[in-house]
């Protein structure tokens, strides 16, 4: 059986499963990878983020903008030193079997993924909240967490120090609740179908590895009125051209990112269907930093010196991207203009050289070339820029081989700390600050700093941010850090993001933004 017809009795399948269309408003929502776990507590990916947010709601939730606003919080007081925040619960909230959703919900939640038994790899991200770290690293009791229950009502949450993004952060997926009585009654299993409970607008119906996941409206969410879709199936699309035709079809109404090479023809074809715009992100290739030769700095410059990245933002990835020259997207709140490698304008000549005499000085040139093995997740974007970035390494001596996993393996991988040399990663911005891009290199970023690079003094400075409570003197300490990685490259970066979606005339609502957050609760179908 060959390609074509595999994908054209998954679609016929595919069909079949979601059934003719009724009074029942279905959305056949594109999503770009599966999920590799639906634990909010475990989960790193933006695909997952999609269908957790869908499913589950924080204190603080997105609009229809990808702005932070109240969740199932109602409101919420600051102390005048910053470091402490009391959210008040709304009226009557309710989980998806009945149960009341209460203070003690949040506190068993923040707990849970603070406490190192439960392994999330993603815990760092709220170590702005008082005793986090220690608790995490196993210095202090879950019962120490800075977040307490006031009342049935009332959560207090107590920083370290005062922390400019806190709110925007509680939007993330790793502060969405888990359901108590689940989590005690079926430990791993609670996100099973029929074990899920959930606070948000949908709760989990099906989940069909590589199929669909589906839901369904929640009819105890707060604002269950205002919710129009009363269906939401994920699917997921990792071949984009193939599922460019299931948009077609009518088997798709959206997808999140469109096959770079068609978008030319894609705006011909569907017009203002096409939907683009910036997006807080960069795409990287991440250096093993911590194994010969990468971890020899000349070698980690020179790779970089060698990508053309205006060649691949503008032919590989049809200008939906912009060329990266920086670790950080310019945009980031907080901030100001990024640290840029000092050779981001020297001419392509120029850098080729220099790349070349630092391969010699490293020990590499005629007779004995540098190989490098790049691991990507396959999507045909990624396989046409890395592809296009090897023929760029050639003039340099450089061989290059590829090792290409589905996302679900391949971030698994990079997670549990599996070798490479390089490897494709990109990072969207959880939180608009440029602690949430600097982070990931810090030496004890277990989960996500997966080159082991290590540079004590970079540690220092980021160290020196978290306690500087003037904003603008934290920004130049942070763009000290952002130099340092600049020069030492151990991640590369290639392009800022850009977000590409299809969607249908049939859907109302969508409102394209720079953080990807896009949830089904405001969006309305045609029948």
């Known amino acids: ?25 279905v959305y056949n929502r594109g999503n770009t990878g599966e999920p590799e776990t639906l634990d909010t507590h475990k989960t790193s990916t933006v695909q997952e983020a999609h269908i957790l947010r869908d499913m589950l709601e924080g204190l603080v939730t997105y609009n229809p903008k990808g702005e932070a606003v109240p969740g199932q919080a109602a409101k919420w007081e600051t102390s005048d030193d910053g470091k402490t925040y009391r959210f008040t619960l709304r009226d009557g909230l309710k989980w998806s079997n009945g149960d009341p959703v209460t203070a003690e919900d949040f506190v068993f939640s923040y707990r849970r993924i603070m406490d190192p038994a439960t392994g999330a790899k993603y815990a760092n991200i709220l170590y702005p909240i008082k005793n986090a770290e220690k608790i995490n690293k196993g210095q202090a009791k879950p019962e120490e967490l800075g977040v307490k229950a006031i009342d049935p009502k009332t959560v207090e949450i107590t920083l370290e120090a005062p922390t400019p993004y806190f709110i925007e952060l509680l939007t993330h997926q790793t502060s969405l609740p888990v359901h108590r009585g689940s989590v005690e009654k079926f430990g791993k299993d609670f996100v099973k179908p029929g074990n899920m409970v959930t606070n948000g ?17 929640n009819e105890n969410y707060w604002d269950a009125k205002n919710v129009k879709i009363d269906t939401v199936n994920f699917i997921p699309h990792p071949d984009l051209a193939a599922a460019v035709r299931r948009y077609e079809a009518g088997e798709l109404d959206s997808m999140d990112e469109l ?35 990468f971890n020899d700095v000349r070698v980690r410059q020179a790779l970089s010196m060698m990508v053309d990245r205006e060649f691949v933002a503008e032919q ?53 070339p540098l190989k490098v093995e790049i691991r990507y997740n396959t999507t045909d974007n990624n396989r046409n820029t890395v592809v296009a970035i090897a023929e760029q390494f050639k003039p ?27 490897a494709r990663y990109g990072w969207i911005a959880d939180y608009s600050d440029p602690n949430n891009f600097l982070f990931l290199l810090k030496s004890d970023n277990k989960g996500f700093n997966y080159g082991k690079y290590n540079n004590p003094e970079f540690d220092k400075l980021l160290d020196q941010a978290a306690t500087e409570l003037d904003l603008k003197k934290r920004a130049e300490i942070f ?49």
């Open 1 to 25: 059986m060959n390609w074509i017809k595999q994908a054209a009795l998954a679609a016929v399948a595919t069909a079949a499963l979601l059934g003719p269309a009724s009074a029942e408003i």
């Open 201 to 217: 607008a949908y709760k989990l119906a099906e989940f069909a590895p590589n199929s669909h996941i589906k839901l369904v409206k």
């Open 259 to 293: 096959p770079a090479d068609q978008i030319k023809s894609l705006k011909e074809r569907f017009k203002d269907q096409v939907r683009l715009g910036p997006y807080l992100g960069t795409w990287f290739l991440v250096v093993n930093s911590s194994k010969a030769p």
């Open 316 to 368: 590989i990835w049809g200008q939906t991207m912009q060329p990266g020259y920086s670790f950080m997207p310019p945009g980031v709140g907080n901030y100001g203009e990024p640290a840029y490698m000092d050779y981001k304008d020297m001419s392509p000549i120029d850098r080729e050289d220099k790349a070349k005499a630092l391969l010699k000085e490293a020990g590499f040139g005629p007779g004995k």
């Open 396 to 422: 340099a001596g450089i061989e290059t081989s590829f090792i290409n996993t589905d996302g679900k393996t391949h971030f698994a991988y990079l997670r549990d700390g599996g070798d490479f040399d390089l």
């Open 479 to 527: 763009k000290k850090a952002e130099g340092i990685l600049m020069k030492d490259m151990p991640w590369i970066p290639i392009m800022y993001y850009g977000k590409s979606n299809l969607i249908s005339p049939k859907i109302h609502g969508f409102v394209q933004n720079t953080r990807g957050v896009y949830p089904s609760r405001f969006l309305s179908k045609d029948q």
